[in-house]
């Protein structure tokens, strides 16, 4: 029989250059078939090809073994191939239905608005989704509104389903109940194309992984044979070794906080009393479910919001309470924002000016009354090398256009060429496939080695529990609890969730 | 870093009209968002546009009435050849020029300052106040005419900053209607305290030789000269300076600007003064150089074409420079136009819209880059 889909030497570049370099792919229905690579290896751009929203320069498409032309997303559609995207094309002051029926047009309106409530209604129960469909789409959650977009796409009679990275938004616990759902489609006979860069996901629900790597396919295996080991290298090209934390003797006191409290633009006060200190290279982990505090404790201690009580000191310069991010910085904070284009870089600007905005007021590229633009783009440059910034074909490009992984390793790159005193990370490695992944934790390590003081602000338990000498774990506002490295994964666990 | 700029929904057009998958396909035009655009081109793009807005704009004149020879003696060999209209083209673009840069300065920081006229309206009553308090020696005089223009300026858009910065009330809003509070203050004056005692006119008493700006020569007057070195001074501070890199930053991510310790506030707040000091110094030349006495609508229009030279400037000091200049040879030859062919005036503004709405659109080409598949 014939792949439902299939793709062949498909070419892509955009602006001269290359996404997709003769990639070939190929799913059967009823398989889950994953799509595994890096950032930046072209999965997106694949499927974007497949949903009929990207031209490609060469190449051939197949459904059901017949060659189609697709010139946009209508024809996809009409070919039943339905795409969900990571960013959700919803509108969102409409309830669940009318979205659904803006993709499905039907006749009449209010014929056709009844018609859908009541198909969504058995789509969802089929499904095991709890989907009302009067809903408004602001009053739900990601999760919900996901599963909103994939009845869309089935109801348009999809039978090629593509998602887009779908758990990068999700919970753990969420994540397993989508991709459970996602094996009885493929069990009713749909082709699921499953885009991530998540290993784990790959072997415990896939039935085929297709590993993407620079623009082109580089392997199709069987995913229950596999294993996470053969799968990154394949993916990266070479092994990666997770950076481990050598053990040394921390130094003299940098930060310390005592009481904290912080409030929220609203007034709600969100963190409550936060007490710890960090000692100079030492990293202390801050664990904890989202939502906790974190986002303000990270925005006092930054400068960017001032604390309602508490005093924050710093080694050498007394008490900063208070203080604004320019004297902070002064100081010698560095801060690795969880929000890398609402707080790290200003995405319309270029690497160049993105790089160079962290010294420009020390003279370090002239005087007030001058910036000279050619040592700033010495200095970046320099910076872009050292700190293995890829995607960076042209100094002056926006720092928007860098994938998460590179954009990460730019704020990286401005914020630790300064040998700052203390770093504050706040999810460093959020979105990161493996290999930027590892390259940030071991940036932290160096500076850790090199004497900072590092306080690491993180959902993902594993990082905290991997990186850190001395963890807090923060529930509603509090530092709950203090552990030491090596600390029992279960004991952390229990009270982030029993203090919650 | 592909997939950011795939994630931007890019459209692709089927130019053939053979859609099957058939070998007879054509191609089509492809659209990309570009990741980065060389200054030639960008300012070839914008020329190009702003040509074929001139070329709309001619079409419609011929179509008017004005022969084509005719257009092109007005609006170019006049120009340069009439030394009457080089000079009025000269002594209009002084004022403009100071609008179209202070406009400049304030919008690439994202502050919308609208308030331009009411400005204006102030720069001209500081500077009469000067004139009718007989404020230091006649030496001194205009230096401090000068300088009570610029702080009234300053201060009437300082109250809107402080508003948006301290309680983030929309500065379009409140820069828009202090005009009117400006305008109605500025009508009290001149036909109360300050109307001229001479005629009872509602304008104010004539200016001394020594309280208006002096000619420097070939009948031009020093006004230019000093909007001239205020744009050097303006592209000098957001171009070249500190201050410039960091506007840049406030313009683009102002939250990130914070985080990284760019001092938003100072230079907000400084950007804005800039604009309310420059408007307020062509309300002072207006009425210094030009009126030579404080009347009741010496700021009309002057608004709106600061904020369309900024805009074709996108926010240059420098283009705003040249901008106001050959907007000052529409204003010029658009009048001209009116006495000898009977063109409403209308129709100038009419050009300067087709204009603005030819160079916006290019931006698309400025973002997007096209290219044909086969």
């Known amino acids: ?500 | 870093m592909l997939d950011q700029a795939a994630s931007r929904r890019l459209l692709t057009t089927d130019a053939a009209s053979q859609r099957s998958a058939g070998s007879l396909r054509v191609g089509r035009i492809n659209l990309e968002v570009r990741q980065s655009i060389p200054l030639w081109l960008q300012a070839l793009i914008l020329g190009g546009a702003a040509l074929l807005g001139i070329a709309v704009s001619a079409a419609l004149l011929v179509a008017a009435g004005v022969s084509p020879k005719d257009l092109f003696d007005e609006f170019v060999v006049e120009t340069f050849t009439d030394s009457g209209n080089f000079h009025s083209i000269l002594f209009q673009a002084a004022p403009l020029i100071f609008v179209g840069v202070g406009a400049a300065v304030v919008f690439r920081i994202r502050f919308w300052n609208l308030g331009i006229e009411g400005q204006m309206i102030w720069g001209g009553i500081g500077a009469t106040f000067v004139v009718l308090h007989t404020i230091g020696p006649p030496a001194l005089r205009l230096p401090l005419m000068m300088l009570f223009a610029v702080l009234a300026g300053m201060a009437w858009v300082a109250l809107p900053a402080w508003l948006r910065m301290r309680l983030g009330v929309n500065e379009i809003i409140t820069t828009l209607l202090l005009n009117y509070v400006a305008l109605n203050f500025l009508l009290h004056l001149l036909y109360g305290p300050w109307i001229d005692p001479k005629d009872a006119f509602p304008h104010s008493q004539q200016f001394h030789s020594f309280e208006r700006l002096p000619e420097i020569g070939w009948g031009l007057s020093s006004a230019l000269p000093i909007a001239l070195l205020c744009t050097a001074l303006a592209a000098w501070l957001v171009l070249f300076s500190r201050f410039g890199f960091y506007t840049k930053f406030v313009q683009d991510n102002d939250r990130m600007a914070l985080a990284v310790g760019v001092p938003i506030k100072a230079v907000t707040f400084v950007c804005v003064l800039l604009s309310g000091a420059l408007s307020a110094l062509a309300g002072f030349v207006i009425a210094t150089a030009q009126e030579g006495r404080l009347t009741q609508s010496f700021f009309e229009g002057y608004g709106f074409s600061g904020i369309l030279i900024a805009f074709l400037a996108r926010n240059n000091p420098i283009a705003a420079m040249i901008v106001a200049v050959l907007v000052a040879v529409l204003f010029v030859s658009g009048r001209s136009l009116q006495v000898f062919y009977q063109i409403p005036f209308a129709m100038v503004q009419l050009i300067q819209a087709i204009i603005v709405i030819s160079v916006a659109a290019s931006e698309f080409l400025i973002r997007h880059r096209l290219h044909w598949v086969h």
């Not at chain 1, 497949?50 to 073994?65: K, S, T």
């Not at chain 1, 209010?110 to 009541?118: F, I, V, Y």
């Not at chain 1, 990082?463 to 001395?470: A, T």
């Open chain 1, 1 to 500: 029989m014939a792949a439902a889909l299939k793709l062949a030497g498909v070419r892509k570049s955009f602006d001269g250059f290359p996404a997709l370099d003769h990639a070939d792919f190929e799913a059967e229905a009823g398989e889950v078939h994953a799509l595994l690579g890096e950032n930046g290896a072209g999965k997106s751009s694949l499927m974007n090809v497949a949903a009929g929203l990207y031209a490609p320069e060469a190449g051939r498409i197949f459904v059901d073994g017949e060659e189609v032309v697709l010139t946009g997303p209508r024809d996809a559609i009409a070919r039943r191939i339905g795409m969900v995207h990571q960013e959700f094309k919803l509108v969102r002051p409409f309830t669940v239905a009318e979205n659904v029926l803006l993709a499905n047009w039907r006749g009449r309106f209010a014929h056709g608005l009844r018609e859908m409530e009541r198909q969504i209604r058995t789509q969802a129960e089929q499904l095991g989704f709890a989907v009302d469909p009067r809903s408004r789409i602001d009053e739900l959650s990601i999760a919900e509104r996901q599963r909103v977009e994939i009845i869309k796409v089935l109801l348009a009679g999809a039978r090629i389903l593509i998602l887009d990275e779908p758990t990068a938004v999700l919970t753990d616990e969420e994540a397993v109940r989508l991709l459970t759902t996602v094996r009885t489609l493929a069990a009713r006979g749909t082709a699921v194309i499953l885009v991530t860069h998540k290993l784990g996901e790959v072997t415990a629900f896939a039935d085929r992984v297709t590993v993407m790597r620079g623009g082109r396919a580089v392997a199709v295996l069987d995913a229950r044979s596999t294993t996470a080991d053969e799968l990154t290298k394949l993916a990266v090209g070479t092994r990666v070794t997770p950076p481990r934390r050598a053990s040394s003797p921390p130094g003299a006191r940098r930060i310390a906080v005592e009481g904290l409290q912080v409030a929220r633009a609203d007034g709600h006060m969100t963190v409550v009393d936060a007490t710890f200190h960090v000692r100079a290279g030492e990293i202390y982990g801050i664990a904890g479910v989202g939502g906790n505090g974190q986002t303000e404790l990270v925005e006092a201690l930054t400068g960017v919001r001032a604390p309602l009580a508490g005093s924050v000191e710093l080694d050498g310069a007394g008490d900063t309470t208070g203080a604004s991010a320019e004297r902070l910085r002064d100081l010698g904070i560095a801060s690795i924002p969880a929000d890398r284009f609402g707080y790290g870089l200003a995405g319309g600007l270029s690497v160049i000016d993105n790089f160079c905005v962290g010294q420009v007021h020390t003279a370090f590229y002239g005087s007030w009354l001058w910036t000279d633009g050619a040592s700033m783009r010495k200095a970046a440059t320099r910076a872009v090398a050292e700190f293995d910034v890829q995607g960076v074909h042209n100094m002056r490009q926006k720092s928007a256009l860098l994938s998460g992984g590179n954009a990460q390793k730019l704020i990286i790159a401005r914020e630790f060429s300064r040998d700052p005193k203390v770093i504050i990370a706040h999810s460093p490695s959020r979105g990161l496939d493996v290999r930027a992944c590892a390259a940030v934790h071991e940036r932290l390590l160096n500076a850790r080695a090199a004497g900072a003081a590092i306080v690491l602000i993180s959902d993902d338990l594993d990082e905290v529990l991997s990186l850190s000498d001395r963890i807090g774990v923060m529930t509603r506002g509090r530092i709950a609890a203090e552990f030491i490295a090596p600390a029992d994964r279960q004991a952390v666990g229990r009270v982030m969730v029993h203090h919650a």
